[in-house]
């Protein structure tokens, strides 16, 4: 079918990238950006990068660069701004994080001294094993999310940028449940006010972002914007949002194996997760609220993807479980290992083991560039509200209310695809292929 193509506005000027939480994930993203930009390292990856989009029938042999089909942002035009609890400049917490070593950063070192974080809007009740002194005061969480307006109209008149976009960075807060105050715009602003508990700091700058007219993305698993109060912001100011939770190393795995499984009708008995980090995260994990919210986060994709309630018989039984354990001496080379448990012909047991030695933030960082490129062409396509076709990216994507969220990657990927040739008019690929053998 062909489409009408949607009006998409230039990519002139720079881009903005508003990135609340400087750790492991934003320093190895601003620290690599800086050396690709140099020459010294390739955006791996990043599917903005690298990846190419089929258009047309197989035998055309069309195949451009997303990049170059899509009109996206350029690496030089992106420029960050900051906010964290801790001072240091964006050179001393890549350090800390110790994901690229010092003597790679030296070579952008003045690029990312010159990065410092603005004081952030922090509250230890939602992350309890962290302690800052770089935080902001105000007299309610309504003042605190017009002081990060005012941060983000700095930036946005001292760099000259044409455009902005948000995303989350920020610690894993505890598990907080959709309340009454977070049902509508009138009662989130009240709540900002009153102070409310179950307003927590990320949702204050998803706030502070969709007020200034900037897309907002979550990497990590919290509510923030995945509430009906900052949806209906979103869609009155007409800008585009996404989340949850970056898929990066045992979540990813799990949903290229799971549909795999499925589409073969394997039985599974268990599944069985298990990992050792030692970076911050790893530590903020520690606490078992947020880590209930990482393990809903991890725990829902299964299910979605074997439907048991449409195949009781292969998927009615099996126990998931998921276990992440501080081991600092790893930092941020995570080990994951899954042992699962499967099924087949005449109820043969099987088993499969999968042992991932990853980097959490190597595998994170092209994420956070895609998602930056890609919620600004979003914002400049016309888009707004969840941007279901980033689902691709999260481990808990958002959707409407009345949708169940896509895991299958590869469902994902024809999806975030297809949107792309939406965008430029083009047809959709449905994979259909019968018309290159029946005559017409
Ligand atoms: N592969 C991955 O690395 C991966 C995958 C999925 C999700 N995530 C999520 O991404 C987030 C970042 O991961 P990371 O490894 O960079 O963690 P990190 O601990 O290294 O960095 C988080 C930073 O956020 C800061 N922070 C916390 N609360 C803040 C607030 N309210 N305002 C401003 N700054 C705040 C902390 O001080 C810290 O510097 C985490 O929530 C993590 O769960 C990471």
Same mark, same amino acid.
């Given at each position: 079918? @062909? ?15 508003l990135?609340?939480?400087m /750790?492991a ?5 601003i ?10 390292g390739?955006?791996? /990856? ?25 009109p ?6 992106? =420029?960050?701004?900051? &906010?964290?609890i ?5 050179y ?10 010092p ?10 001294e ?35 307006? +005012?941060?983000i109209?700095?930036? $946005? ?8 976009v ?13 309340e009454?105050?977070?049902?509508t ?7 900002l ?6 307003i ?6 998803a ?5 200034s007219? =900037?897309?907002?993305?979550n ?5 923030t ?38 589409a $073969?009708?394997l039985?599974?008995?268990? &599944? ?6 030692g970076?911050?995260?790893?530590d903020?994990?520690?606490d078992?609220?947020?880590f209930?919210?990482?393990? $809903? ?12 309630e449409?195949?009781e ?5 099996? @126990? ?14 995570? +080990? /994951?290992w ?6 087949? &012909? ?11 030695l ?13 998602? =930056?490129?890609?919620?600004d062409?979003?914002? $400049? ?37 297809n ?5 430029? /008019? +083009? +047809? ?13």
């Amino acid at each position: 079918m @062909e489409q009408a193509q949607v009006t998409i506005a230039p990519a002139r000027g720079k881009l903005g990238v508003l990135l609340p939480g400087m /750790g492991a994930v934003s320093t190895t993203v601003i620290a690599g950006i800086e050396l690709i930009k140099k020459g010294l390292g390739r955006p791996i /990856g990043s599917l903005t990068q690298y990846g190419t989009i089929r258009l047309g029938k197989r035998t055309d042999n069309n195949s451009p660069l997303i990049k170059d089909f899509v009109p996206l942002a350029r690496l030089e035009d992106l =420029v960050f701004g900051c &906010w964290d609890i801790f001072e240091d400049n964006c050179y001393e917490a890549a350090l800390h994080a110790g994901v690229i070593e010092p003597s790679r950063l030296e070579a952008v070192r003045p690029e990312l001294e010159a990065i410092t974080p603005w004081t952030a809007v922090f509250d230890q009740q939602y992350v309890r094993r962290l302690h800052g002194p770089h935080v902001k005061k105000g007299q309610n969480k309504h003042d605190l999310a017009q002081q990060l307006m +005012e941060d983000i109209e700095m930036f $946005r008149g001292q760099h000259e940028v044409a455009r902005l976009v948000m995303l989350w960075c920020g610690s894993t807060e505890i598990l907080t449940e959709i309340e009454e105050v977070h049902k509508t715009l009138q009662s989130f602003e009240e709540g900002l006010k009153a102070n409310h508990p179950a307003i927590t700091s990320s949702m204050i700058y998803a706030y502070a972002a969709l007020m200034s007219g =900037v897309p907002f993305g979550n990497g990590a698993p919290n509510l923030t914007v995945d509430i009906p109060a900052l949806l209906e912001l979103a869609t009155d100011r007409g800008v585009p949002v996404c989340g949850k939770d970056f898929k990066t190393g045992q979540t990813l795995m799990k949903t290229i194996i799971a549909p795999a499984l499925k589409a $073969r009708q394997l039985g599974l008995n268990g &599944w069985f997760s298990t990992n050792i980090l030692g970076n911050r995260d790893g530590d903020v994990l520690h606490d078992p609220d947020s880590f209930k919210t990482k393990e $809903r986060s991890k725990l829902g994709v299964l299910e979605y993807i074997l439907q048991p309630e449409l195949n009781e018989d292969l998927y009615g039984q099996y @126990e998931h479980q998921v276990h992440i354990h501080y081991y600092k001496p790893r930092g941020d080379n995570k +080990e /994951g290992w899954d042992n699962i448990d499967l099924f087949g &012909w005449l109820d043969y047991p099987m088993q499969m083991k999968i042992n991932f030695l990853c980097r959490d933030s190597i595998l994170a960082a092209p994420l956070v560039l895609d998602l =930056v490129l890609f919620l600004d062409l979003a914002q $400049r396509s016309g888009l707004s509200g969840i941007q279901e076709w980033l689902s691709f990216y999260f481990k808990s994507p958002m959707c409407a209310p009345f949708l169940y969220p896509e895991h299958d990657l590869f469902i994902q990927l024809t999806k975030l695809k297809n949107t792309l040739r939406y965008l430029r /008019g +083009e +047809e959709q690929i449905t994979h259909l292929g019968i018309e290159y053998y029946q005559q017409p």
